[in-house]
């Protein structure tokens, strides 16, 4: 049984490739017998990456999962294990699978299917974010999904500017896009912030923590498509 699952409700634009780097058709991944799959967004970008991404939760052990995927992958297939987590990867044409098996209670388990479109990689590196962020920061983590017509986009960052000073750089930089502060803070205190935004076109949820003389920023931005 499939299950769509909503990227956008787990996160709280879309930048179309030139079509001279888009790969060819998609490879399938065949699962185990009876596996639940729950389908993750209808189309996500992980760092600027185009992925499809599936789980399927297994009655089965992880050694007999992960078994079924070695057969199901080919050769070659790089294994590797980190604890009770194991993984398996695979390049196949213009694409990379990965498998990450994780084992349940019940001697059941977990795969987190993950297929990334190396040539749209090649392309993606090195690509603005999309956002203005804060100067001098890092940006850890981009994710963007699309189900229906709302886009969902996540940016995770760090800096060292001061809880105050990340939020009215956000501020400015959402008040751009049409989006304003919904309220007073959801939290403040001296270690975190957390306001909410919102606007015609969307909302969005800023997440701010001050830890050893840095900031850790989490941006979350749902828009409509028109």
Known sequence: MTRPVSLASMLLGSVLLPASVLAGPWPTVAHPDGARLDLIGQQVRLNGIPMRMERAHCAAPA???VA???RTLGSPVA???VGDTQVLARAQGDFFITVTVSPLRNAASEALVAI?????ARHAAGQASGFVL???SELLSDMESIDGQIVARQW???????LRANLEHFSARLDDRGLKPDGPPLAESAEALAQGFEG??????LVLVRHDGAT???LTVLSRLP
């Open 134 to 136: 804060p100067a001098g």
């Open 116 to 120: 990334a479109d190396m040539p749209a």
């Open 79 to 81: 294994h590797s294990r």
């Open 216 to 218: 850790q920023a989490v």
């Open 156 to 162: 995770v960052l760090t800096n060292k500017h001061g």
């Open 200 to 205: 015609p076109a969307g909302e969005a949820k």
């Open 68 to 70: 079924h995927y070695r």
């Open 63 to 65: 050694d007999t999962v």
